[in-house]
């Protein structure tokens, strides 16, 4: 398997204070020491960052940062990519020194989403405290379970699916098929992919919907208690509207994730949970759920 984890995330704002503001007092990340006045960078746990957000002309999701768990692999894997026809390109050392990798690369999926490639795991060993008083994110054993999972838009579904199993080396973890417009004979439901690198449920899943305006459609950030999401959405509550809450407190039929949604100041959302389901990424057969939630989850867009 190619890809090991989701290591980091890349994200570009207009306004690098009021991203401090909510990943530090409403999602309770650590602020971490950023050479560059122009990047703030957040942690989660023994890793020197999780997000890297910064300073741009838009408000948005700019690349998931994959990790592979070798050298040997991640050359394998820039040569599948290469190999398949999608674009390669070498970060320089200095890049990757900033990223805190041993080695960086650059591609993009059939669907048009910028992806990074690394290996090396760099570690910080200042203990993780969180601002807003978060008991532990979850991120497995090392951190091999990665951040947390991302969800894009992939209007070329089959070929995007077909990329990231195939060359990216995931497996289908639950290939969900939901009917948004009432499910009647005349709703053909909207296709996901929910996709595994390692035992966490999915590190990835995919939408055949149209592109996403905002780079991604939600990423979600796990925590270690259910206190930990309670006193999470009494924040947001707390920001009257400042920070819009997107979903209610549900919880997902195939991660089973207790969790709610939240609008980032990059206009995607997060999607912040507890307990979600844990895999044998070996042994696990994909499951097909025709509904996202089993209770919750009431979207701010739904009508009553
Ligand atoms: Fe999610």
């Given at each position: 398997m190619a890809v090991k984890s989701l290591g980091y995330v890349v994200i570009e704002a207009r306004d690098l204070s009021a991203w401090r503001d909510f990943a530090c007092n409403i999602a309770g990340l650590m602020p971490s020491n950023s050479e560059r006045d122009d990047v703030v960078l957040f942690r989660?746990?023994?890793?020197?960052?999780r997000l890297w957000v910064q300073k741009g002309e838009r408000d948005m999701f700019v690349a998931p940062g994959w990790e592979c768990a070798s050298r040997e692999e991640f050359e394998a894997l820039l040569s599948k990519l290469e190999s398949s026809g999608r674009p390669v390109e070498r970060a320089s050392i200095m890049e990757a020194r900033a990223r805190q990798v041993y080695e960086l690369a650059r591609s993009s999926d059939p669907a048009g989403h910028a992806l990074e490639i690394f290996y090396g795991r760099f570690v910080d060993y200042a203990p993780f405290v969180s601002p807003a008083g978060v008991s532990r994110f979850v991120t497995g054993d090392n951190g091999d379970m990665g951040l947390g999972h991302i969800v894009l838009t992939a209007p070329n579904f089959d070929e995007t699916h077909a990329f990231y199993k195939d060359v990216m080396g995931f497996g289908d973890a639950d290939l969900g098929r939901f009917y948004?417009?009432?499910?009647?004979?005349d709703d053909p439901g909207v296709g996901f992919a929910f996709l595994h690198c390692?035992?966490?449920?999915?590190?990835l899943a995919l939408g055949q919907l149209p592109e996403s305006p905002n780079g991604a459609v939600h990423m979600m950030l796990e925590v270690a208690s259910l206190e930990d999401v309670g006193r999470a959405y009494d924040r947001v509550l707390k920001s009257k509207g400042k920070v819009p809450l997107s979903a209610t407190l549900g919880r997902h039929v195939n991660d089973k994730m207790t969790s709610f949604y939240m609008q980032t100041p990059g206009g995607f959302d997060i999607e912040y949970g507890w307990n979600g389901l844990v895999i044998d990424p070996a042994t696990w057969v994909p499951t097909t759920s025709l509904a996202v939630s089993d209770w919750g989850h009431k979207w701010a867009h739904e009508s009553e």
């Amino acid at each position: 398997m190619a890809v090991k984890s989701l290591g980091y995330v890349v994200i570009e704002a207009r306004d690098l204070s009021a991203w401090r503001d909510f990943a530090c007092n409403i999602a309770g990340l650590m602020p971490s020491n950023s050479e560059r006045d122009d990047v703030v960078l957040f942690r989660m746990d023994d890793r020197p960052f999780r997000l890297w957000v910064q300073k741009g002309e838009r408000d948005m999701f700019v690349a998931p940062g994959w990790e592979c768990a070798s050298r040997e692999e991640f050359e394998a894997l820039l040569s599948k990519l290469e190999s398949s026809g999608r674009p390669v390109e070498r970060a320089s050392i200095m890049e990757a020194r900033a990223r805190q990798v041993y080695e960086l690369a650059r591609s993009s999926d059939p669907a048009g989403h910028a992806l990074e490639i690394f290996y090396g795991r760099f570690v910080d060993y200042a203990p993780f405290v969180s601002p807003a008083g978060v008991s532990r994110f979850v991120t497995g054993d090392n951190g091999d379970m990665g951040l947390g999972h991302i969800v894009l838009t992939a209007p070329n579904f089959d070929e995007t699916h077909a990329f990231y199993k195939d060359v990216m080396g995931f497996g289908d973890a639950d290939l969900g098929r939901f009917y948004l417009m009432g499910g009647g004979a005349d709703d053909p439901g909207v296709g996901f992919a929910f996709l595994h690198c390692n035992g966490r449920h999915h590190s990835l899943a995919l939408g055949q919907l149209p592109e996403s305006p905002n780079g991604a459609v939600h990423m979600m950030l796990e925590v270690a208690s259910l206190e930990d999401v309670g006193r999470a959405y009494d924040r947001v509550l707390k920001s009257k509207g400042k920070v819009p809450l997107s979903a209610t407190l549900g919880r997902h039929v195939n991660d089973k994730m207790t969790s709610f949604y939240m609008q980032t100041p990059g206009g995607f959302d997060i999607e912040y949970g507890w307990n979600g389901l844990v895999i044998d990424p070996a042994t696990w057969v994909p499951t097909t759920s025709l509904a996202v939630s089993d209770w919750g989850h009431k979207w701010a867009h739904e009508s009553e």
